[in-house]
């Protein structure tokens, strides 16, 4: 079942995105951009999830974690 978080952009000071979405089951994640754009990331353990959530610089943890460390690709 996928799950959505939606983050306070202000607190986060996030620039690029405000929601994920997580299948636990399928260790699918998605990140949905604020341009309308999402990346489908696969596998990914839920304790890398938790590791997002809880990062302070959430757009850097994507860049230097997810994207060097897990298969994604574009969703349209």
């Known amino acids: ?13 996030l620039q690029s995105f405000e929601t994920i979405s997580y299948d636990k089951d399928e260790q699918l994640l998605l990140i949905h951009f604020l341009d309308e754009t999402t ?7 839920e304790d890398i999830v938790f590791q997002l959530i809880l ?10 974690r997810l994207k060097s460390n897990y298969s994604y690709a574009k969703v349209i």
């Open 55 to 64: 990062d302070q610089n959430k757009d850097s943890f994507i860049e230097c």
């Open 39 to 45: 990346l489908r990331f696969h596998p990914v353990s």
């Open 1 to 13: 079942m996928l799950r959505t978080t939606k983050f306070d952009r202000q607190l986060w000071q």
